[in-house]
């Protein structure tokens, strides 16, 4: 059975960090492509950042240049550092897999074979 369990989102202040986690159980991570999406409620699921299986990553919108994705496939484990937190990137965070997909494509649209339940973060003052 595939589990994806994200953790380390909660209540941050604008211009802060957080590093979220998504630790994958049931599978072997290293051979799938991982990302993060987003949803906030009366909006669709956007994505947020992708890698692929050999660590090439991509960034979709206002994201660019304040959140970096990484893996550990050691630890079976994907992680968003999100910097420079604005009010609009409060969320629903989603960690998802994806065995046979490009990363933009995971991103743009988005989509995956895999999807947590997701932890919330909200940026307030």
């Known amino acids: 059975q595939v589990q994806l369990v994200e953790s380390g989102g909660g209540l941050v202040q604008p211009g802060g960090s957080l590093r979220l986690s998504c630790a994958v159980s049931?599978?072997?991570?290293?051979?799938?492509?991982a990302g993060w999406f987003r949803q906030t409620p009366g909006r669709e699921r956007e994505g947020v950042s992708c890698?692929?299986?050999?660590?090439?990553?991509y960034a979709v919108g206002s994201t660019k240049g304040r959140f970096t994705i990484s893996r550990d496939n050691a630890k079976n484990t994907v992680y968003l550092q999100m910097n420079d937190l604005k009010f609009e990137d409060t969320a629903i965070y989603y960690c998802?897999?994806?065995?046979?997909?490009?990363?933009?494509?995971?991103?743009?649209?988005?989509?995956?074979?895999?999807r947590g339940q997701g932890t919330q973060v909200v940026v307030s003052s």
């Open positions: 998802a897999i994806a065995k046979n997909l490009v990363i933009q494509a995971m991103c743009d649209i988005p989509l995956a074979d895999y």
């Open positions: 049931g599978i072997t991570l290293g051979s799938y492509a």
């Open positions: 890698i692929s299986s050999t660590d090439v990553t």
